[in-house]
């Protein structure tokens, strides 16, 4: 019978064989030769941007439409591999005859997939050879060649409209700049011998050159040095043509000739004719806009160290120039600013009221321009540009709210507002390319979106932005990358930890702009909001969705998305219920935050190329079988109560896992399989054969953030050993089990192999007396201990943390009646915080201790009835919280000894606050 069924199945695939074998013969080698033409597009279109804007005004536009066909065909071939990958994972993997008779319908698939694959293959040929024979049209080695001559030298390049303004700006109009302008002007007259050079680093449009130039023209400076010169640097500068200019104007200032010959002179000959005539002067000069990191290897043997108190100005966006723009090793650097929303308004005003209502913004129209100085954000380019542009309208509330809600339109149209784009568009067209698809990531966030700097850069890696660097971690090499783009001006930081690492990151309102116009132009993201859902068009790679639409999937599906975040709020509704979107097969690139999430996605396994999956939920999920599919998943984070299945060890390159709580009940045997992991957060080990599953733990020797929940007193040997195999750690996080309402369970470590590596660790559980393994951890930031139930004061042991920036001691962590913080302990603390122990009646801080303390917080303390003795000694002392306390009355004299302290609030035990009889 079986022998009649294989016959049978044979019979009817046969004809089907046959008809595909002509098609099918050679996909292999297909395959490989497309792979090769996807890498040589690859290589193209590193500078396909620049390459485009070399070819001008009359063939621009001819070669950006060819660019974008050949993005294109890129994607097209990408869909392809990854399709052809797909196929080869669903293969089966016994192809015996009882293999023919269980997959007959698989059979069927598969030659179906085949012959999808070769005939893509086919047709993406078919178009690239049209693509390359229109490549004929185009000449773009010349262009890039006349590109680079006409742009050679420094002085013949025309500045743009904005640069050139920004070196004439009427000093009335000059706002938010006298701080400093002071600190300026104080360097320049420091009686240093030794020539200084002063660095202004700034964002485009921060107002570098215009605070520069003040300072440069103010009638004491002039009178206080010899000769002064101003030289603008710009993207593209000639050593040679540079140092000659600086030799004419020099020259031109003292009405003397220059020499005959300068025109013939070498780099050589003109360095020591500047070093000959700046030999006995007091000189200022000023690099404007330098954007290499290797200029100052050109100028530095013509500025030189005549002892006569010489200052060098750079201004630059690219912090890294300033690392060899150094004299005597002396450099100060002012890093500008945004202006405050006060400030703003106040230059708003003076541009967009010049001529009328003498400088004030009518009563009926400070609302609205309220509304579009915010968008400004605080840069001063964009302010004076939008206030100069707001001039010339009438000022009707009606036309100026029109403006604000089209901003992004007349930033598009207007010549004036078109130049701040430019102006920031320069920074982009600088950056290598490895960085440019980081930065054009920003544009899948909502305008003013703050992200967490690990997201975006999991996210980055999980793209294949992040390429690999021997002795370094993906996550290192992509903390680089965002460091970078910072340096560069062109992403902010919203946030810092206590480290002083970047906690969040956004970029300003105006880059945002340019980067979803970039993104339009080369293909790479779409963002779907409200009202833009109907403007979809061509192929869509990476997808944004921000709005809180339930109808979203008819307009958005398409096969050739790659990334998709939903960023709504936590009260939307998700827009699949039980199954992803099968267009969607090929997503690397799952981020959806939203908290009504009732069940997993049954197709997930459907998604091999997945390597980032975000989900947010309230709910306990119960994670499928059939995520053991997902071969290339990197990073799982999901916002709710899971059970993790035993497939999941499977898992070889998963990286990040994170949960609000986490069971590796299924895992007992299979987590110490997991050897890629770095963050593992929020593990339960509250069941029966928890010790199983910490054993395990040790074979993770990546390990750098853990976080452990529910260990217990008998888990206190078999965790340290653990612990001790994680060379790696950076984070630990260990809470024990509770015990009644008073005391936790005790955590017994005793860590004989130190995590050098330390940076953070939180132990909430009984002590009884601090491990001694502690103070050894000389690179701890930040410690935090809870219920540790300590008799002896901590602090005559931990004070020897050199590097300890954050202490808190909370929720019964201490017993004693007095913490004492004697002269010379804790050097560099920046941050203490004393919560909920119940005994302390007295905090004594001796003259000495504590110099770098910003932020003191002392919470809960029944027992506390006076401030802490020697507060008078924290001058740096910023915040000073002591909410619950039991004092009553605070003499004079106490407030006396805190009004240096900004922001102080104290209240008493019933939490009313206590107010300052000098305030």
């Known amino acids: 019978m079986a022998e009649m069924a294989v016959s049978f199945a044979i019979d009817?695939?046969?004809?089907?064989?046959?008809?595909?074998?002509?098609?099918?013969?050679?996909?292999?080698?297909?395959?490989?030769?497309?792979?090769?033409?996807?890498?040589?597009?690859?290589?193209?279109?590193?500078?396909?941007?620049?390459?485009?804007?070399?070819?001008?005004?009359?063939?621009?536009?001819?070669?950006?439409?060819?660019?974008?066909?050949?993005?294109?065909?890129?994607?097209?071939?990408?869909?392809?591999?990854?399709?052809?990958?797909?196929?080869?994972?669903?293969?089966?993997?016994?192809?015996?005859?009882?293999?023919?008779?269980?997959?007959?319908?698989?059979?069927?698939?598969?030659?179906?997939?085949?012959h999808q694959i070769a005939s893509g293959i086919q047709d993406i040929k078919s178009s690239l050879c049209g693509i390359k024979e229109r490549s004929k049209d185009y000449s773009f080695q010349q262009s890039l060649d006349q590109g680079s001559s006409n742009s050679r030298g420094s002085q013949n390049a025309k500045l743009h409209p904005l640069r050139e303004a920004a070196l004439y700006i009427d000093e009335a109009d000059v706002v938010g700049f006298e701080e400093p302008r002071k600190t300026l002007m104080?360097?320049?007259?420091?009686?240093?011998?030794?020539?200084?050079?002063?660095?202004?680093?700034?964002?485009?449009?921060?107002?570098?050159?215009?605070?520069?130039?003040?300072?440069?023209?103010?009638?004491?400076?002039?009178?206080?040095?010899?000769?002064?010169?101003?030289?603008?640097?710009?993207?593209?500068?000639?050593?040679?043509?540079?140092?000659?200019?600086?030799?004419?104007?020099?020259?031109?200032?003292?009405?003397?000739?220059?020499?005959?010959?300068?025109?013939?002179?070498?780099?050589?000959?003109?360095?020591?004719?500047?070093?000959?005539?700046?030999?006995?002067?007091?000189?200022?000069?000023?690099?404007?806009?330098?954007?290499?990191?290797?200029?100052?290897?050109?100028?530095?043997?013509?500025?030189?160290?005549?002892?006569?108190?010489?200052?060098?100005?750079?201004?630059?966006?690219?912090?890294?120039?300033?690392?060899s723009c150094k004299i005597s090793s002396f450099t100060k650097v002012l890093n500008l600013q945004p202006l405050t929303p006060e400030q703003s308004l106040k230059l708003f005003n003076k541009r967009a009221f010049k001529f009328e209502y003498g400088g004030c913004c009518p009563e009926e129209l400070i609302g609205i321009a309220n509304e579009i100085v915010q968008k400004c954000q605080g840069l001063p380019l964009a302010i004076v540009a939008i206030g100069g542009l707001l001039s010339t309208k009438e000022k009707h509330v009606f036309e100026w709210q029109r403006f604000s809600e089209?901003?992004?339109?007349?930033?598009k149209k207007d010549t004036h507002l078109m130049g701040i784009k430019e102006v920031l568009g320069l920074s982009y067209d600088d950056l290598p390319y490895y960085l440019k698809s980081c930065l054009l990531y920003f544009g899948m966030y909502a305008e003013d979106y703050e992200v967490k700097s690990t997201r975006v850069i999991r996210q980055w890696i999980a793209e294949g932005f992040v390429k690999e660097e021997r002795g370094k971690t993906l996550e290192e090499v992509a903390k680089g990358y965002l460091t970078e783009l910072i340096h560069r001006s062109l992403v902010q930081v919203s946030s810092l930890k206590i480290g002083g690492k970047v906690k969040s990151c956004r970029v300003h309102d105006l880059i945002h702009e340019m980067i979803l116009e970039k993104s339009e132009d080369l293909n790479f993201c779409t963002q779907i909001s409200e009202d833009s859902k109907s403007s979809l068009s061509g192929i869509i790679r990476c997808l944004s969705l921000t709005t809180t639409s339930n109808n979203l999937t008819p307009c958005i599906a398409s096969s050739h998305v790659r990334s998709l975040l939903v960023i709504t709020d936590k009260e939307s509704k998700i827009f699949f219920e039980d199954k992803l979107p099968k267009d969607f097969n090929l997503l690397r690139v799952l981020d959806c935050h939203f908290g009504s999430?009732?069940?997993?996605?049954?197709?997930?396994?459907?998604?091999?190329?997945?390597?980032?999956?975000?989900?947010?939920?309230?709910?306990?999920?119960?994670?499928p079988k059939s995520i053991a599919m997902l071969h290339n998943l990197e990073t799982l984070n999901i916002h709710a109560c899971i059970e993790l299945p035993k497939e999941i060890r499977k898992l070889g390159k998963l990286r990040h896992l994170t949960c609000m709580v986490l069971s590796l009940i299924q895992l007992e045997d299979g987590i110490g399989e997991m050897t890629s992991l770095q963050t593992l957060l929020n593990v339960s080990l509250v069941m029966d054969g928890a010790a199983k599953i910490i054993e395990g733990l040790g074979k993770l020797k990546h390990m750098r953030d853990l976080?452990?929940?529910?260990?217990?007193?008998?888990?206190?040997?078999?965790?340290?050993?653990?612990?001790?195999?994680?060379?790696?750690?950076?984070?630990?996080?260990?809470?024990?089990?509770?015990?009644?309402?008073?005391?936790?369970?005790?955590?017994?470590?005793?860590?004989?192999?130190?995590?050098?590596?330390?940076?953070?660790?939180?132990?909430?559980?009984?002590?009884?007396?601090?491990?001694?393994w502690i103070p050894k951890l000389q690179n701890l930031v930040e410690l935090t201990l809870y219920s540790s139930c300590l008799i002896e004061d901590p602090l005559k042991s931990l004070n020897c943390l050199q590097h300890l920036l954050s202490l808190s001691i909370g929720v019964r962590a201490y017993k004693g009646l007095c913490l004492h913080f004697e002269d010379g302990w804790f050097q560099k603390l920046k941050e203490l915080k004393v919560t909920y122990c119940q005994e302390l009646r007295e905090v004594i801080i001796d003259k000495g201790a504590l110099p770098s303390l910003k932020k003191l917080k002392l919470y809960k303390l029944w027992s506390m009835d006076n401030i802490p003795t020697g507060i008078q000694h924290l001058e740096k002392l910023e915040v000073l919280r002591m909410e619950y306390i039991l004092v009553q009355n605070i003499s004079t004299e106490e407030w006396n000894s805190m009004q240096h302290v900004p922001l102080v609030q104290i209240s008493d035990r019933n939490g009313r606050s206590i107010p300052n009889p000098r305030s």
Request: glycine share 6%.
């Open 12 to 114: 009817k695939l046969l004809p089907l064989l046959t008809e595909e074998t002509k098609l099918l013969r050679g996909v292999h080698k297909e395959f490989s030769d497309i792979k090769a033409e996807l890498e040589s597009i690859q290589a193209f279109l590193k500078d396909a941007d620049k390459r485009a804007v070399a070819e001008g005004n009359n063939t621009g536009e001819g070669v950006k439409i060819w660019v974008r066909q050949l993005r294109e065909a890129a994607f097209q071939i990408e869909d392809i591999i990854d399709n052809y990958m797909m196929y080869v994972e669903q293969q089966p993997r016994n192809p015996g005859c009882a293999a023919l008779l269980n997959n007959f319908s698989h059979l069927f698939k598969t030659l179906k997939q085949r």
């Open 186 to 323: 104080d360097w320049m007259f420091e009686g240093r011998e030794d020539p200084t050079v002063l660095s202004v680093v700034g964002m485009g449009g921060q107002g570098k050159t215009t605070l520069v130039k003040k300072v440069f023209d103010n009638k004491d400076v002039i009178a206080h040095f010899d000769c002064r010169v101003w030289i603008t640097v710009s993207q593209t500068y000639d050593v040679e043509e540079l140092l000659r200019d600086m030799l004419l104007k020099l020259y031109k200032q003292k009405g003397d000739n220059p020499p005959q010959n300068i025109n013939q002179m070498d780099q050589r000959s003109l360095t020591e004719e500047l070093t000959n005539y700046l030999k006995q002067k007091r000189y200022v000069v000023v690099f404007d806009d330098v954007w290499s990191e290797k200029f100052w290897d050109g100028i530095k043997f013509a500025v030189i160290d005549n002892k006569s108190g010489s200052k060098i100005f750079i201004t630059t966006w690219k912090e890294k120039v300033l690392v």
């Open 406 to 411: 089209n901003l992004s339109a007349e930033l």
């Open 597 to 623: 999430l009732m069940s997993f996605p049954e197709n997930l396994g459907n998604f091999i190329h997945l390597k980032y999956l975000s989900l947010g939920s309230c709910e306990m999920l119960e994670i």
């Open 707 to 772: 976080r452990l929940i529910g260990v217990r007193r008998e888990d206190g040997i078999i965790l340290s050993s653990s612990i001790n195999e994680m060379q790696h750690l950076e984070k630990l996080i260990v809470e024990s089990i509770l015990g009644n309402e008073s005391s936790s369970e005790v955590i017994d470590l005793d860590l004989i192999s130190l995590p050098i590596k330390l940076r953070k660790l939180k132990l909430d559980g009984t002590l009884q007396k601090l491990p001694e």
